[in-house]
């Protein structure tokens, strides 16, 4: 972004309450972390219950920044070092809505096209799969990590040139309308759906109320704009119902990555089977977990037959083909050749926290996916690794999955029932609602003596070192709020 200091007070509606010495210096980056200022950078202090932004406001200064935006007045001992700095104070009723108004702004100035991206589950894989593809064509702006809500989805607007050519949202969301509201101002031309699974039914009641969440994302795109949406899923259906796409104008283009993709593509009606399309055919794991198929794609602009190339991904598991194949099919609607939308897929390297192979000291493998954790994301992780080539005894650390409400219990249950599914030799299971995948694995026919229940991390940590040998393998996941990331850590120093 590239506001004047005096430009982002109008636009925030915000008043100086320390004038900076030149209201024309400019602003180029924005960050509410003083740890992140960069010199140029907008600092936005957030109240917080434990924290409170506010008192870092001269550290940033000092760091680089050349304006804060404050909710309150500062202590006079920071107004006094940022005056003396020479940066400037805006103060605004609440600066999260601040910031928002920001990016409504230079989201004005972008001049390339913005691709909104939802789901369930996948999300930040795929994002990071689209990012990868389109860099290989042009200039790239994408949410960093997960910064998928109210502040994170702003941030990844300002953090764009305005040449930028592609600028790709990761948009989360907790509950109806939150979506809407984030489309307002993000304004997507292109939107693409990863699925839609369980995550949030504690908040949304069904699954049917999901679909009708993440459709918000594609009832916000604009006539000529494009919905990519996941052939697969059970409930894409639905969320088309709900964005009534062809009477808007929006292109549907169809992608599928599993095993059954051409079976179901086949019996396609002649209205989908017309429609732009990615798939996957003759899909294999190797030996490390990682997908092998043919790409295949019709119907987009530019491709007079169907195209078929082979691609290899570096990223873990049979899921992550439907994750490639919605990049590939926001590739070659860019444009993209498929020899060049496979490559860039080949490239992708997996995120920290996420299927992150660790070779411990022990001569032993961690699969650290504790970052976080759903039904359906327990289930591919365990299948995932259930396809691991592994030479000694294999050791899943499960714990809670959050946001799952009334229906947790058996949605644990269900999960353990599939681990009993997945050759595992032990089981441990972390927290209350994890004795739910416990009693669910006991329940599919696991002896009970491959089966611990522990309370937190450091208990579950001690079970895995007293089982754990050289040619182990380990895999770790559970909801974030379980700091499970712990156990990986103690497993590989």
């Given amino acids: ?59 940033s200064v000092a760091a680089g920044a050349v304006c804060v935006l404050a ?47 939802t789901g369930s589950t996948g999300k930040t894989t795929t994002k990071n799969l689209v990012r ?22 702003p941030n990844t607007v300002l953090a764009a040139q305005a040449d930028t050519r592609n600028v790709i949202v990761e948009m989360g969301m907790r509950g109806l309308h939150q979506l809407e509201e984030l489309c307002g101002f993000v304004r997507p031309q292109w939107g693409l759906v990863t699925n839609v699974g369980e995550s949030h039914i504690e908040l949304l009641g069904s699954r049917e109320n999901i679909a009708r969440a993440k459709a918000e994302l594609l009832e916000a795109l604009p006539a000529g704009g494009m919905a990519f949406v996941n052939a697969a899923n059970d409930m894409t259906p639905k969320l088309l119902e709900f964005a009534n796409l062809g009477s808007r104008g929006v292109t549907c283009v169809l992608y599928d990555g599993t095993a059954q993709a051409a079976e179901r593509r086949a019996a396609l009606s002649a209205a989908d089977a017309a429609r732009p399309a990615v798939w996957s055919e003759d899909v294999r794991l190797d030996a490390s977990g990682c997908p092998r198929f043919a790409l295949c794609a019709c119907g987009f602009d530019g491709m007079p037959e169907p195209v078929r190339v082979e691609c290899a991904l570096e990223l873990r598991g049979m899921h992550n083909v439907s994750n490639a194949c919605s990049a590939a099919a926001v590739g070659f609607a860019a444009g993209m050749e498929a020899a060049q939308v496979a490559a860039a897929l080949s490239g992708a390297k997996p995120e920290a926290g996420r299927q992150e192979v660790i070779e411990a000291p022990g001569g032993f493998t961690v699969v650290n996916d504790a970052y976080n954790a759903n039904p359906d994301s327990m289930r591919a992780s365990l299948s995932t690794f259930a396809a691991l080539d592994v030479a000694g005894a294999r050791i899943a650390v499960l714990g809670d999955m959050g946001e799952l409400g009334s229906f947790a219990p058996q949605l644990h249950e269900e999960v353990g ?5 997945c050759g595992l030799d032990r089981l441990v299971c972390v927290g209350q609602l994890a004795q739910g995948i416990a009693a669910g694995a006991q329940k599919a026919g696991m002896p009970a003596d491959r089966i611990a229940m522990v309370a937190d991390g450091a208990a579950a940590l001690a079970d895995v070192r007293e089982h754990v040998a050289s040619g182990s393998a380990v895999l770790v996941k559970a909801s974030h709020f379980m700091a499970l990331e712990k156990v990986v850590e103690g497993l590989v120093e």
């Fill in 1 to 59: 972004m590239r506001f004047t200091i005096d430009e982002a007070a109008r636009t925030t509606g915000g008043s100086f309450s320390i004038d900076p010495v030149n209201d024309q210096t400019e602003i180029t980056s924005l960050t509410w972390d003083s740890r992140n200022v960069e010199p140029g950078a907008l600092y936005v202090a957030l109240p917080g219950e434990r924290v409170d932004g506010h008192a870092f406001a001269a550290s």
């Fill in 132 to 153: 990868d593809v389109l860099a290989a064509a042009g200039s790239v702006c994408a949410t960093k990590g997960n910064q998928n809500n109210e502040l994170g989805v």
């Fill in 417 to 421: 029932a599939f681990a009993a599914e």
């Fill in 71 to 117: 909710q309150h007045a500062l202590d006079q001992a920071s107004a006094d070092e940022i005056a003396a700095a020479g940066a400037a104070v805006i103060q605004v009723p609440d600066t999260q809505a601040a910031v928002t108004a920001l990016a409504r702004a230079w989201r004005d100035r972008l001049k390339g096209r913005v691709t909104g991206i």
